[in-house]
């Protein structure tokens, strides 16, 4: 998308007037920022310090703090095409079109800001108990038991907008409580208050698929066994490769020794 605008930038400063040409070289410029912004907040691996900066283990479970990367999208990505409408709006101000739509469309752009902003000051997080699932997202939170939940389904590697989705029993509903401006950032948002599946956005969290592998296992389990399987999620996250680590997880939860973790034996 950006070397499509960029090249249609390109094209266009050469048949356009001066006042017109700046405008759209401002264009060509915020779509190259907005590209190193896109890399810079979305594709970039963490580290493996900073995933373990967001992950905490309490006295009742797990605590995942959510990534920072789609508010900071959502705060800088509008500002930045809206200084360009502005700016161009500025350049053509001569032309009564041009100037008033640039101008809608930089205000229209800034309404989003505020949903980033509330997402960044909210710091949404995830606490996987032994007795369910606590998500406070940046503008949905929900709670719902283990034993409540039917199926879980793990995100799709690749794929931007691949989810964590959790499936729910045939009469169970989970209560969605929703704050948002305009546009949500939570995928939960979208759908009613009463939901029968809730979704987690894959691209919130640093190892989406491990956090759905962990709670695959911990559905339909005995309580007990719920806290040595989350102990035993920690030790194979530190300890084990990560291309192995669902299939080495899953045997380790399979064994008889798992309810009495950490073994006696080597593990």
Not at 104 to 128: F, M, N, Q, S, Y
Not at 153 to 179: E, F, M
Not at 195 to 220: H, K, N, P, T, Y
Request: hydrophobic residues 45%.
């Amino acid at each position: 998308m950006t070397v499509g605008m960029m090249a249609f930038v390109g094209v266009a400063l050469i048949v356009v007037d001066t006042q017109e040409r700046a405008g759209l070289a401002g264009f060509g410029v915020s779509s190259l920022i907005g590209a190193l912004l896109l890399y810079r907040l979305d594709v970039r691996v963490p580290t493996s310090e900073e995933r373990d900066s967001r992950l905490r283990r309490t006295p009742c479970g797990l605590e995942i703090r959510m990534r920072t990367s789609l508010p900071e999208m959502r705060v800088a990505l509008p500002l930045l095409i809206s200084a360009t409408c502005f700016y161009t709006a500025w350049l053509l101000s001569y032309d009564d079109a041009w100037r008033n739509g640039s101008a809608l469309l930089g205000v229209t752009l800034l309404l989003l800001v505020p949903d980033g902003v509330r997402g960044l000051l909210r710091e949404g997080r995830l606490l996987i108990s032994t007795g369910g699932l606590d998500v406070y997202g940046w503008n949905a939170q929900f709670s719902l038991a283990w034993d409540d939940v039917r199926r879980v389904h793990r995100p799709i590697p690749g794929q931007r907008n691949s989810a964590i989705r959790l499936d729910l029993h045939r009469g169970k509903t989970v209560t969605v409580r929703k704050r948002f401006f305009l546009l949500p950032l939570d995928f939960a948002a979208w759908g009613g208050r009463h939901q029968r599946r809730v979704r987690i956005a894959s691209g919130a969290l640093d190892e989406a698929r491990w956090v759905a592998c962990l709670a695959e296992m911990l559905v339909d389990r005995p309580a007990p066994d719920r806290c040595a399987i989350i102990d035993r999620w920690l030790h194979q996250r530190r300890a084990c490769p990560a291309a192995h680590f669902e299939r080495e997880f899953r045997t380790a939860v399979q064994t008889s020794w798992l309810p009495h973790w950490p073994p006696e034996g080597p593990s």
